[in-house]
């Protein structure tokens, strides 16, 4: 193991942090809020420990898969660390686990929240809170691959580990350049929907930050109520479209600017993703039209925005769902295992793992009744070798098992069946808000410290898709050269 190498681009991912508390802090002393000094003392130490560590002398420059798989689990534990620094120093939240949990909860674009009333938040606390979304969701990592030189080919092994997915595929055959495609796209959606939102009558800081939650998939809010509190139907209809667009492949984006337009509308992932939503919308829009709005418009409004909010594991919301009949939240909670698109800002198993496995028992079934033939699983014209598609088998009864065992332990806190399974599902799957305990309308502030901790640890396990954070948890990774 190479651990001055790991050290090293651990210091860069801090400057990195404490470039983006700079802006917050800006803002703070503009507005002369109490939340300045404490920026700039967080920002001092997030800096100077990362000037420190760059200042390690290397010899061995190349970064492997076992270095790139440190350096994406501590990178992720270090920038909630130092991140929780403005929330603790500036008083918003008075305590470090608290603050720890709502930074993790930001970066992994989660949107769970232990603060019961927003609305008193600072102006440089809120942007800084809902900032964590954007920079986490397209990855922390992803910026120091984009331009660290010291990364080189080595940084494809940290793109790997934290990119979300089964399948991590170079756009361009240089792993740098994807890395910049990428932010690129991710730039250029953010500055659409934030000139959007400036036409829905948001201002221009909460036109920020709502782009910053919808775009990273995050949910974090500049209100108690979500996004519910504008009662705005465009507000409601561009975020929903947005948080869609979120959910797909950044990579389809490239297509569509390459001209490929041929290949995105024949992406199987695609098909399956938007005709997920759509059935979902459909059947919660007539359920119900018949049962709460009783008016059409009114009905799809909700059910697409809420569809479109747990499937891209964003967790904003417009109303109370938990008024919703029993078979309308069954959809939301089913579509909360499902989560966005590889190579998305959403969370949770992804779309492709669920068509993977789709796939997976159709050969199965066809087996049996052929036992004689040769089938394999494709995507597109691609099929997918054995060892991805154990990989996917792998990670799916992993995600489950973890799921049922924090449930399990989560449920020790005393708030009942649905209140737990929905915690955990929510972290895990990087969503935010569940049902019951964890209500659209409630926090985890009640949680014991423990289990805050346990939480957060389900985040960074959801976001780093479960091998990357529990190799490192093995005696064996710190034994093998990989």
Known sequence: MNYKIIFKVLGYLLLIIAAGMVAPFLIALFVGQSDAIPFAISIFLTASTGFILTRIPIVKMKIKAKEGLAIVTFGWIFAS??????????????????????????????????????EVLPMGILFWRSFTHWIGGMGILVV??????????????????ESPGPIADKIVPRIKDTAKILYTSYIII??????????????????????????????????????GGFDNSYIFIVISIFMIMSGANFSLYYDLYKGKWKEVIKNSELRLYLSIIAISVLAITINMNSHLYHNIFESFKHSLFQVSSIITTT???TFDYEQWTTF??????????????????????KVVRILALIKLIKRELTKILHPRAVVSVKFGNKPLSEDTLLNISSFFMLYMLIFIIGSIIISLEGIGFM????????TLGNIGPGFGFV?????????SDASKLLLSFFMLLGRLELFTVIALLTPKFWRTEL
């Open 81 to 118: 660390i130092f991140g929780a620094l403005p929330f603790y120093l500036s008083g918003s939240i008075p305590s470090f686990v608290d603050a720890f949990f709502e930074t993790v909860s930001g970066f992994t674009t989660t949107g769970a929240t232990i603060i019961k009333d927003i």
């Open 144 to 161: 120091a691959v984009a331009v660290l030189p010291l990364m080189g080919a080595g940084g494809f092994h940290v793109f790997k580990a």
């Open 190 to 227: 953010s500055l659409a929907e934030f000139i959007l939102l400036l036409f829905g009558g948001m201002t221009v800081f909460e036109s920020a930050v709502h782009t910053f939650g919808t775009l990273g998939t995050g949910g974090f809010s500049t209100k108690n109520s979500s996004i």
């Open 315 to 317: 967790g904003y919301t």
């Open 328 to 349: 309308s939240k069954g959809i939301l909670f089913m579509l909360m295992f499902v989560g966005g698109s590889a190579g998305s800002t959403g969370g949770s198993i």
């Open 419 to 426: 209140g737990a399974t929905s915690a955990v599902a929510a």
């Open 439 to 447: 209500g659209p309308t409630n926090t985890y502030a009640d949680f």
